[in-house]
């Protein structure tokens, strides 16, 4: 049978793992549940909870996600050694639906500084790994770490020795965020080609973010059959972080027309996650970050303002109720016109006769100089008078 791909593709989260493991953005038990509820709640396919091998704590975080979760598989990373493995089993023991997801580092730079193997050692070791872990499990992710710079022919072989030992997700991680987005259609088109998968097989994209081409790269490779996306909230992960899960899906869906393919995500708990997230780790996402960033759906700007009074279309792509986010904010500044100053003194029950307009106006760009934002206190006090920046109005 050959690979097929379907017109769905699979979210497997690795907040918990990938990015909890990261600088800055360490999670408690308890910030981790919280974290694995909105993931159910999301509809993710996966949830990697942890690296049970690495401490009794991530094997007591993995046994507690694995508790939680109900819908998304449950899984936890684990090198190709019966240790890692034994511990990933032990922990996801309560899992309705788990999955081990070993792996091993590939590369020749992996081969001969990390690891001391060379390359037929490396495939006995994939082959026993995955053949033990398989004893064990149903479903079986094998990765090749550091694959975007491991030698094509030899990734091939690791992943087609992965495949016949029962590996059915075969993942192909950017470990260092090397890859361009024309390099990764290129290279999953030939694996693609060359493992020769049966079509119970899922070729999947792990991407990192070093030069911010985490879910270029991920885009790309889903356009050359990919159908499992590895990705984070918020895009968090080690150094730059990995795709974000939120670009990379509302990417899919708002240019399902380019992509002709979707996931099967409730995209309005995005906001939430990614709010919970923030309060879980303490670290605010950028203010412009795609999708969540808290001017997603703002705008300051008075020809903008002006669009969006008349239509949304005008200066957005997606709903913001399509991601969960408060409903599109016209802020004021300095950069705002009179359509939208007038229409939220309106909103405020503050009807400026025509004569008076001009005034306002002037006085409400004097105090905009001064802010970033002009609140909707500032209004009221600029409108009743009591600013001593305009002849009082009415
Ligand atoms: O970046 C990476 O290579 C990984 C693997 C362990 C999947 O996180
Ligand atoms: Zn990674």
Redesign the pocket.
């Known amino acids: 049978m050959t690979y097929t791909p379907e017109p769905i593709v699979r979210i497997f989260d690795?907040t918990l793992?990938?990015g909890e493991q990261s600088p800055g953005f360490s999670m408690t038990m308890k910030g981790k549940l919280r974290m694995a509820r909105v993931l159910s709640a999301l509809k993710v396919d996966v949830i990697e909870a942890g690296f049970a091998a690495a401490s009794p704590g991530d094997a007591e975080a993995v046994q507690a996600v694995a508790e939680e979760a109900d819908g998304p598989i449950v899984c936890s990373?684990a090198r190709v050694t019966e240790r890692d493995i034994d511990a990933a089993a032990k922990a996801l023991e309560p899992a309705k639906r788990k999955r081990a997801?070993v792996?091993i580092?590939t590369s020749p730079t992996h081969r001969q500084h990390k690891l001391k193997m060379r390359k037929g050692e490396v495939l006995d070791a994939i082959e026993h790994g995955v053949r033990y872990a398989r004893s064990i499990f149903e479903d079986v992710e094998f990765?090749?770490?550091?694959?975007m710079r491991t030698e094509k022919t030899f990734l091939a072989e690791c992943l087609r020795t992965a495949n016949e030992a029962g590996a059915r997700t075969l993942?192909v991680?950017?470990?260092?965020g090397y890859f361009t987005p024309e390099e990764t259609y290129e290279v999953f088109s030939y694996l693609i080609n060359a493992v020769e998968p049966d079509d119970q097989t899922v070729f999947s994209t792990?991407c990192?973010d070093d030069l911010g081409m985490a879910v270029a790269n991920s885009l790309a490779a889903v356009r050359a059959g990919v159908r499992q996306i590895?990705c984070t909230i918020n895009g968090i992960?080690?150094r730059a972080g990995?795709c974000a899960m939120e670009e990379a899906v509302m990417a899919l869906r708002t240019r399902r027309d380019t992509y002709g393919v979707d996931t099967l995500l409730d995209t309005r708990r995005f906001y939430e996650a990614s709010r919970t997230l923030e309060d879980v780790t303490g670290e605010k996402v950028q203010r412009n970050k795609a999708v969540v960033g808290r001017n997603a759906f703002a705008h300051e700007a008075g020809i903008h303002q002006h669009g969006m009074l008349s239509n949304r279309k005008t200066y957005e792509i997606m709903e913001p109720e399509d991601v969960g986010a408060p409903v599109s904010a016209l802020v004021l500044g300095k950069h705002s016109g009179k359509h939208a100053l007038f229409a939220r003194l309106e909103e405020l029950g503050h009807e400026v006769s025509p004569d008076r307009r001009e005034a306002v106006f002037a006085a409400f760009k004097l105090i905009a100089d001064e802010k970033h934002e002009v609140s909707d206190d500032e209004l009221r006090t600029l409108v009743s008078g009591a600013s001593n920046r305009v002849v009082p109005v009415l």
Not at 143 to 147: G, L, M, P, Q
Not at 173 to 176: G, N, Q
């Open positions: 690795t793992r990938d990373l997801h792996f580092g990765s090749a770490e550091d694959a993942n991680p950017d470990t260092v792990h990192h590895e992960g080690e990995n």
